[in-house]
């Protein structure tokens, strides 16, 4: 409510509107009793509150979504991919800042990477395979075979066999089998999963 003060001897002065806002008050003897708020001051203590609360949202929202990384990336032997990353609610641009030349991540394989400096562990690497293939995928050849504890001659290759539907194509040190018969029955290790001594051995010889 915008109202006019009037003095004792009658003169009045008109409040500016852009300066003062009067509250519903209550007059005395003549005179208006009312609160004066200034809506600049008012308008910029809610912002300046909504932007504290924003903040520790964020603040909340970041420390939740580094939780979440971490724990997959424990259950992950260490690696992560782009897209678990994002889904966990890490920004796009942290993501490439670690993958960055000397930052905390490095890059095995496109879209997977491990989130340790230092030389990659067989368990990493073979990790970091599966993840790149996606889901349903197994390791065959060697490198099941060195799962099961059998010889089995060197090779720094990761035979992954990936269903035939799904577009994915060799990478780094992934060799990608695609195939239309995968195995019915799988090994698990951890996130690792591969297939049994049979198949592997069929698969090597291929």
Same mark, same amino acid.
């Given at each position: 409510?915008?109202?006019?003060?009037?003095?004792?001897?009658?003169?009045? &002065?008109?409040?500016?509107?852009?300066?003062?806002?009067?509250?519903?008050?209550?007059?005395?003897? =003549?005179?208006?009793?009312?609160?004066?708020?200034?809506?600049?001051?008012? +308008?910029?203590?809610?912002?300046?509150?909504?932007?504290?609360? =924003? *903040?520790?949202?964020?603040?909340?929202?970041?420390? *939740?979504?580094?939780?979440?990384?971490?724990?997959?990336?424990? &259950?992950?032997?260490?690696?992560?991919?782009?897209?678990?990353?994002? #889904?966990?609610?890490?920004?796009?641009?942290?993501?490439? +800042?670690?993958?960055?030349?000397?930052?905390?991540?490095?890059?095995?394989?496109?879209?997977?990477?491990?989130?340790?400096?230092?030389?990659?562990?067989?368990?990493?690497?073979?990790?970091?395979?599966?993840?790149?293939?996606?889901?349903?995928?197994?390791?065959?050849?060697? *490198? #099941?075979? +060195?799962?099961?504890?059998?010889?089995?001659?060197?090779?720094?290759?990761?035979?992954?066999?990936?269903?035939?539907?799904?577009?994915?194509? &060799?990478?780094?040190?992934?060799?990608?089998?695609?195939?239309? +018969?995968?195995?019915?029955?799988?090994?698990?290790?951890?996130?690792?999963?591969?297939?049994?001594?049979?198949?592997?051995?069929?698969?090597?010889?291929?």
């Amino acid at each position: 409510l915008i109202r006019q003060s009037t003095s004792p001897g009658g003169a009045g &002065s008109a409040v500016d509107p852009a300066i003062h806002l009067t509250r519903l008050g209550r007059t005395v003897g =003549g005179w208006w009793h009312g609160e004066t708020v200034n809506p600049v001051a008012t +308008r910029s203590n809610a912002i300046l509150k909504a932007q504290i609360r =924003g *903040a520790v949202d964020q603040s909340k929202d970041r420390a *939740a979504a580094r939780e979440a990384a971490a724990a997959l990336i424990r &259950s992950q032997h260490g690696v992560i991919t782009r897209g678990q990353a994002l #889904a966990c609610g890490i920004d796009q641009n942290v993501v490439d +800042r670690r993958v960055r030349s000397g930052g905390s991540w490095q890059r095995l394989l496109p879209g997977v990477y491990l989130a340790v400096t230092g030389t990659p562990t067989q368990d990493q690497l073979d990790t970091a395979a599966l993840l790149y293939a996606g889901p349903g995928s197994t390791l065959t050849g060697v *490198a #099941a075979l +060195r799962r099961h504890g059998m010889r089995a001659p060197h090779s720094k290759t990761v035979d992954v066999l990936v269903p035939a539907t799904r577009q994915r194509k &060799s990478a780094g040190y992934v060799a990608i089998r695609l195939t239309t +018969r995968l195995p019915e029955q799988v090994c698990y290790l951890g996130p690792v999963q591969f297939a049994l001594p049979a198949r592997a051995v069929a698969d090597s010889a291929r």
